[in-house]
């Protein structure tokens, strides 16, 4: 009993000695009887176990200690585990110590640091310019030195979720980079990589595919580089920076507030005859219909942030994106509506000559003035 901690000696002299209640324990403790019961149960357990209790039996050992012999070879069997576990830890570290003093290429494996940092934004776009463009939230990402290989150049863990590979670098020089890409190993074909092009919205590389690539979620997987110069000569020092996106709607994506009290849109377009436009806009009709004779283009200008996205007989076909302009002035933007052309979502666009053709507008975080204007 000497050997048992305070609070499980006390209890179990109360309970077993004085025979006082679980209560009336608690209450000469200033415990809670849940307590009571938890001390109790611990310090009847170790007495259990503690080989000093237990008889010294041998083969002629009496009937009856049967119990008393194999709580015995417990114990032992439990000490002979600790010895165990404690002598492979201390190999083991013996292991790895002797292999850093007599590998030294092993210290050098390490990945160059960055020559100098690149700023990496939050979100990031799949494509330049501002029609049809996703956006990403920066996951996981590294920046290194550069050097002719960078294995592993990111390690991430795949969430299941649509993602993407963004790739920028920096030196001094206006000379480009040839990067080859891989993840898992599979080929992602070889990236240009322009000096002085920051990590932003236009720098989006290669979707990632699970198929393609080998993701599995939940399963690390790694991006490997390798920098090769455009021209002759040998790797200048800079910096490639490397991230995993993964694909957020457009309305989480933070936007700038629109300016006070901005005047009205001017609705005049500078070389186009008036009296072949057509105006859908933010307080007026967001649809109207028309006789196709050939290409039309759609020109939207708006006040602040937002988009615009585009149908025609009611299937989306195009998205105007208005997110990553700064708030002064207006902001325009322009696609074009052409017989056989096949867009991002499969639909393909090919009405018949004077065939009737519905355009309609829907505007999403569009906080100001904007305007839709349709002509040949």
């Known amino acids: ?78 000490r002979r585990a600790n010895v165990t576990r404690v002598v492979a830890a201390c190999l083991a570290a013996v292991a790895l110590i002797a292999a850093y003093a007599l590998l030294p290429q092993l210290r050098t494996k390490a990945l160059p640091e960055p020559a100098f940092r690149i700023e990496m934004p939050r979100y990031a776009q799949n494509r330049s310019g501002f029609v049809d463009i ?47 890409v891989r993840v898992n190993g599979h080929d992602a074909g070889v990236r240009p990589c322009v000096s002085d092009s920051l990590l932003a919205w236009e720098t989006f590389r290669t979707m990632l595919d699970p198929q393609t690539f080998g993701l599995v979620a939940g399963r690390p997987a790694v991006v490997s580089l390798e920098l090769a110069p455009g021209a002759s000569g040998p790797l200048l020092e800079g910096t490639v920076a490397v991230a995993v996106g993964e694909l957020v709607p457009f309305s989480q994506i933070p936007l700038p507030p629109r300016p006070t009290e901005p005047a009205p849109l001017d609705r005049a377009l500078d070389g186009v005859d008036p009296a ?47 997110g990553t302009f700064p708030v002064e002035g207006k902001h325009q ?15 393909r666009f090919d009405p018949r000559q004077d065939a009737k053709i519905t355009i309609a507008i829907e505007a999403e975080r569009l906080t100001g003035d904007w305007f839709v204007a349709i002509h040949p």
């Open 276 to 322: 072949t436009v057509t105006l859908l806009e933010a307080g007026g009709a967001h649809t109207t219909t028309l006789t196709w004779r050939g290409q039309l283009t759609v020109l939207a200008q708006t006040q602040s942030s937002g988009r615009l996205q585009i149908s025609v007989d009611g299937i989306p076909v195009s998205t105007l994106d208005f």
């Open 333 to 347: 933007v322009g696609t074009t509506l052409t017989a056989g052309r096949t867009y991002l979502n499969g639909y």
């Open 134 to 180: 996703d956006y990403y939230r920066l996951t996981t990402q590294a920046q290194h030195n550069y050097a002719a290989r960078l294995d592993p150049a990111l390690t991430w863990t795949p969430t299941g979720q649509q993602e993407a590979l963004f790739i920028a670098c920096q030196h001094r020089g206006t000379s480009a980079l040839a990067v080859t």
């Open 1 to 78: 009993m000497g050997r048992l901690p305070k609070q499980q000696k006390l209890v179990l002299v109360l309970r077993y000695f004085e025979d006082l209640s679980e209560a009336e324990i608690a209450q000469t403790l200033g415990i809670s009887p849940g307590s009571v019961k938890t001390h109790a149960s611990k310090g009847l357990a170790k007495l259990r176990l503690d080989p000093s209790l237990l008889p010294m039996l041998d083969d002629d050992a009496p009937a009856g200690n049967e119990r008393l012999v194999a709580v015995r070879e417990r114990v032992a069997r439990r």
